[in-house]
């Protein structure tokens, strides 16, 4: 059974760092693309950043370019999203998902999602 769990999230000051991980179970992620998602309350999920397993393109939200950074391990089992300079708008339910081969924004795309894991960005 293919599974997604994500962790490291947390309770961080403004201006701190997170790692989120993402560590898939039953498939390893050589043809799929892994995109992280956020919600916050009240408000829909969005996209984050996404990277393609397979040719390693890599894409990121605006509001979260040159602060987040998405990268996978050498052995394609886990995704990681470096988080710096948070900001309390960055604050939400963390969730990361796969598809088939290549990054989509659209969140109908994605097959398998994991549990998510909270992030709360405060003073």
């Known amino acids: 059974q293919l599974q997604l769990v994500e962790s490291g999230g947390g309770l961080v000051q403004p201006g701190g760092s997170l790692r989120l991980s993402c560590a898939a179970s039953?498939?390893?992620?050589?043809?799929?693309?892994i995109g992280w998602f956020r919600q916050a309350p009240g408000k829909e999920r969005e996209g984050v950043s996404c990277?393609?397993?397979?040719?390693?393109?890599?894409y990121y939200a605006d509001s979260v370019k040159g602060r987040f950074t998405i990268s996978r391990d050498n052995a394609k089992t886990t995704v990681y999203l470096q988080m710096n300079s948070l900001k309390p708008e960055d604050t939400g339910v963390y969730y990361c998902?796969?598809?088939?081969?290549?990054?989509?924004?659209?969140?109908?795309?994605?097959?398998?999602w994991g549990q998510g894991t909270q992030v709360t960005v405060s003073s």
């Open positions: 039953g498939f390893t992620l050589d043809y799929y693309a």
């Open positions: 990277i393609s397993t397979k040719n390693g393109s890599q």
């Open positions: 998902a796969a598809r088939v081969e290549f990054c989509s924004p659209f969140l109908v795309d994605y097959h398998y």
